[in-house]
């Protein structure tokens, strides 16, 4: 009894680049290679400005490095989660923490007079009396 080459348990290579007609892609020839490849450079710069926030379209972004607390950082978390799941997209971290800003930006406070956290702790806290007396 001969032993003879035994061939694969599932088939033949539908990909193999054999002239046989089980081959179901045939090679590409050189006149097709006309389409130029998009350069790595121009789709990750276009990634990146895709995922840029764009609160503020007119005006340039710089990376800023921020700390924020565990609780605030949760609570960040808590609102990209529940905006994907209630709304099917969501709006990320850096827009929540940048509508902030401007919303901090916004208030009737001289930013310039305050000097210390606690000087801004007590200036929030005034803000914050004088709204409620105004909705009262």
């Given at each position: 009894?001969?032993?003879?080459k035994?061939?694969?348990?599932?088939?033949k290579?539908?990909?193999?680049?054999?002239?046989s007609?089980?081959?179901?892609?045939?090679?590409t020839?050189e006149?097709?290679?006309?389409?130029?490849?998009?350069?790595?450079?121009a789709?990750?710069k276009?990634?990146?400005?895709?995922q840029?926030?764009?609160?503020?379209?007119?005006?340039?972004?710089?990376?800023?490095?921020?700390r924020?607390?565990?609780?605030?950082?949760?609570?960040?978390?808590?609102l990209v989660k529940?905006?994907?799941r209630?709304h099917?997209s969501?709006i990320?971290?850096?827009i929540w923490?940048?509508?902030a800003?401007?919303?901090?930006?916004?208030?009737?406070?001289?930013?310039q007079?305050i000097?210390s956290?606690e000087t801004?702790?007590?200036?929030?806290?005034?803000?914050?009396?004088r709204l409620?007396?105004?909705?009262?």
């Amino acid at each position: 009894m001969a032993l003879g080459k035994k061939g694969s348990a599932l088939g033949k290579n539908p990909l193999s680049p054999s002239t046989s007609s089980q081959s179901i892609f045939t090679k590409t020839t050189e006149d097709t290679s006309e389409v130029k490849p998009t350069p790595r450079k121009a789709s990750s710069k276009s990634r990146i400005k895709n995922q840029e926030s764009r609160f503020l379209e007119s005006e340039e972004k710089e990376k800023v490095n921020l700390r924020l607390p565990i609780e605030v950082n949760d609570w960040l978390d808590d609102l990209v989660k529940q905006g994907k799941r209630l709304h099917g997209s969501k709006i990320p971290k850096e827009i929540w923490v940048q509508a902030a800003l401007e919303l901090f930006k916004a208030m009737p406070l001289n930013w310039q007079d305050i000097d210390s956290p606690e000087t801004l702790q007590a200036q929030l806290k005034s803000l914050e009396s004088r709204l409620k007396n105004q909705d009262s």
